[in-house]
């Protein structure tokens, strides 16, 4: 017989499970749907967020509902097909 062991892990609050501090994340299609859940969440977990999409109207709405959380975005209207578009929000990073 071999020696098993098991334990359960000590219960860590929802809000410590992914912690994202620090770090920068780049969300693109990131002004609707899965894309906007992606970013809410990840400026949730701490993280500075650069998200892109096509629509500015759309970027403007998400990047108005982030800074009103408390939370660091910056929206870059781009379409991430294109090399000239994918520089801009490699530069906004910088």
């Known amino acids: 017989m071999s020696d098993f062991s098991l334990s ?23 002004s609707r749907g899965i894309g906007e859940a992606i970013v809410t969440r990840m400026v949730k977990a701490g993280a500075f967020v650069v998200l892109t999409g096509r629509g500015q109207e759309a ?11 408390g939370g660091k975005v910056v929206a870059v209207q781009a379409d991430s097909s294109s090399v000239e578009d994918s520089k ?3 530069f906004s990073i910088l």
Do not use: Q
């Open 8 to 30: 359960i892990p000590t219960p860590v609050p929802f809000d410590r499970m992914l912690s994202l501090e620090g770090k920068c994340a780049v969300v693109t299609g990131g």
């Open 59 to 69: 970027l403007t709405r998400v990047e108005a509902k982030i800074a009103a959380m």
């Open 88 to 90: 801009k929000w490699v």
